[in-house]
Nanobody
Framework: QVQLVESGGGLVQAGGSLRPPCAAS????????MGWYRQAPGKQREGVAT???????HYADSVKGRFAISRDNPNNMVYLQMNSLKPEDTAVYYC???????????????WGQGTQVTVSS
């Protein structure tokens, strides 16, 4: 069984910062690409940032220069540093990862349960 668990969301004023972590646990053999996605009320889920095993990153245009994704491979963690937050960043943020588990021996895609980020104006 593999799980992704996000934490560290919350309410912050515009211009503030948050750094939610995401922890992968279970029968993990290898973590491949990891990423953060978000879904605002009434909108589709969208990609925010991704990071490969070699730490190559990609960002949505709306967060470039404000957000930074990083990973801690030995501890199976991924982080999203969010600076200069805006009210339009308000959403549920989801962690996503491609993981090879010991039980299946193949890569599968996993989602966390999400963490709410609310930015007040």
């Amino acid at each position: 069984q593999v799980q992704l668990v996000e934490s560290g969301g919350g309410l912050v004023q515009a211009g503030g910062s948050l750094r939610p972590p995401c922890a992968a646990s279970g029968s993990i053999f290898k973590l491949h690409a990891m990423g953060w996605y978000r879904q605002a009320p009434g909108k589709q889920r969208e990609g925010v940032a991704t990071i490969t095993t070699g730490c190559v990153t990609h960002y949505a245009d709306s967060v470039k220069g404000r957000f930074a994704i990083s990973r801690d491979n030995p501890n199976n963690m991924v982080y999203l540093q969010m600076n200069s937050l805006k009210p339009e960043d308000t959403a549920v943020y989801y962690c996503n990862a491609d993981i090879v588990s010991w039980t299946t021996g193949r890569a599968s895609n996993y989602w966390g349960q999400g963490t709410q980020v609310t930015v007040s104006s």
